[in-house]
């Protein structure tokens, strides 16, 4: 059975930071890209990040670039998303995805959420 | 990275046939055949209804079908059942990136 488990959430003042983790079970972790999607609180998803299945490309909304980084570690089946300079429109639930084909997600973990806010 | 555009609610009866429409633009909707879209019900994940414009993840209830003409793509619920009230989301593939719809509330009678 495919599992996505997202750790690292919380409360964060504005220009802080946290780093989000997924661990992946389930399923062979280093064939899949992966992706980072995140909801505000009633309102609609919005794609964050996403990486290739060796971790060598990455990809970013323009309302987080140069802020965020995603990353991986295939030996431990992880997905990481590093967030920096944290502001309160950052404040959403975030899901881990796994990635099928070209932009479709098949999998998606419980959500964590992440509040920035003083 | 503009979202995609979607009705922001939908109504329909059981046994009804429903369609939510999804606009884009030729570098996103219309310049590919990736796009998908997703069932959320309150509180939960988002879960995979419909990829690559029409195709269905196994499992899926063949009453959801998806089709795209030019920059806007369609999901169709037929025989509509009370469980498939929820929130709908279009996506799509782009060269860099991934956008979403802003979401349609379905609301069944």
């Known amino acids: 059975e495919v599992q996505l488990l997202e750790s690292g959430g919380g409360l964060v003042q504005p220009g802080g930071s946290l780093r989000l983790s997924c661990a992946a079970s389930?399923?062979?972790?280093?064939?899949?890209?992966m992706s980072w999607v995140r909801q505000e609180p009633e309102k609609g998803l919005e794609w964050v990040s996403g990486?290739?299945?060796?971790?060598?490309?990455?990809y970013y909304a323009d309302s987080v670039k140069g802020r965020f980084t995603i990353s991986r570690d295939n030996s431990k089946n992880t997905l990481y998303l590093q967030m920096n300079s944290l502001r309160v429109e950052d404040t959403a639930v975030y899901y881990c995805?796994?990635?099928?084909?070209?932009?479709?997600?098949?999998?998606w973990g419980q959500g964590i959420l992440v509040t920035v806010s003083s | 990275q503009s979202a995609l555009t979607q009705p922001a609610s939908v109504f329909g009866s059981p046994g009804q046939s429903i369609t939510i429409s999804c606009t884009g633009t030729s570098s996103d909707v219309g310049g590919y055949n990736y796009v998908s879209w997703y069932q959320q019900h309150p509180g939960k994940a988002p879960k995979l209804m419909i990829y690559?414009?029409?195709d269905r993840p196994s499992g899926v209830s063949n009453r959801f079908s998806g089709s795209k003409s030019g920059n806007t793509a369609s999901l169709t619920i037929s025989g509509l059942q009370a469980e498939d009230e929820a929130d709908y989301y279009c996506s799509s593939y782009t060269s860099s990136s991934v956008l979403f719809g802003g979401g349609t509330k379905l609301t069944v009678l």
């Open positions: 990486i290739s299945d060796s971790g060598g490309k990455t």
């Open positions: 995805a796994r990635r099928v084909g070209y932009g479709n997600v098949d999998y």
């Open positions: 690559d414009v029409n």
């Open positions: 389930g399923f062979t972790f280093s064939s899949h890209a």
